[in-house]
Every structure is written in structure tokens, then in C-alpha cells.
């Protein structure tokens, strides 16, 4: 079992920058595949960047690409999302979601996560 808390929401101007971090419970933090979501208003919960158990694997959205950056400290049980050049479009919740595998290809379908934070709200403005 697994618990998530996500922070470091908040409102930026576009082009400003934020980092999320989801702070997780339990022994086996280490053998979870960890992922980022968002939902804006009005539309389905996306996929935005995962990680694999080990961080050696990354895998982003390419809405986000070179923009996010996804990272774990396994030590600390937290998974990180470092939001740089932010627009007004990654306006969203931002939910921290893990599965447990030790496979280096992660999946970005929400339906394969099996544990969900409550979500952090990010807001950019124009």
C-alpha cells in the first residue's frame, strides 16, 4: 500500500517556473513506477511524465517535453516534477500516481496506476 501527497502548487506568470513533489508512505517506494498527471477543467486526466523504479528511465508527454522534468530521490520516497518556461495551458491538477514494476517501460495510461495522490493545483497566467 502506498499513500501519495503532492505540493508545491501554486499560481506563476507564464514563463515562470514551479516544482511539484509528491512525498510517498510505505517500505517499497523503490519498486514503484512513479507518473505525473494533470486534468484542466473540462477535460480528461493526461499523461505528463513517469519514471521508472530505478530513475534510470524517463518518459514525457510531448506537450511537455523539454520543458518538465521528471526525478526521484528513492531514499527519500518523494518523485519530483520541475515545471520550467510554464504556459497558460499547463494550467491543470497535477496528480503524482505510482504501480508497482520493475519493467523500464512505463505505461502512461491512468487506468494502469493502481495509487493516486489528491492533486496539487497549478494555475499559469498569461
Known amino acids: 500500500q502506498v499513500q501519495l501527497v503532492e505540493s508545491g502548487g501554486g499560481l506563476v506568470q507564464a514563463g515562470g517556473s514551479l516544482r511539484l513533489s509528491c512525498a510517498a508512505s510505505?517500505?517499497?517506494?523503490?519498486?514503484?513506477?512513479m507518473g505525473w498527471f494533470r486534468q484542466a477543467p473540462g477535460k480528461e486526466r493526461e499523461f505528463a511524465a513517469a519514471?521508472?523504479?530505478?530513475?534510470?528511465?524517463?518518459y514525457y508527454a510531448d506537450s511537455v517535453k523539454g520543458r518538465f522534468t521528471i526525478s526521484r530521490d528513492n531514499a527519500k520516497k518523494t518523485v519530483y516534477l520541475q515545471m520550467n518556461s510554464l504556459k497558460p495551458e499547463d494550467t491543470a491538477v497535477y496528480y503524482c500516481?505510482?504501480?508497482?514494476?520493475?519493467?523500464?517501460?512505463?505505461?502512461?495510461?491512468?487506468?494502469?496506476?493502481?495509487?493516486w495522490g489528491q492533486g496539487t493545483q497549478v494555475t499559469v497566467s498569461s
Open positions: 500516481a505510482a504501480y508497482r514494476s520493475f519493467s523500464l517501460a512505463v505505461t502512461a495510461t491512468p487506468g494502469g496506476y493502481d495509487y
Open positions: 510505505g517500505r517499497t517506494f523503490s519498486s514503484y513506477v
Open positions: 519514471i521508472s523504479w530505478d530513475g534510470g528511465h524517463t
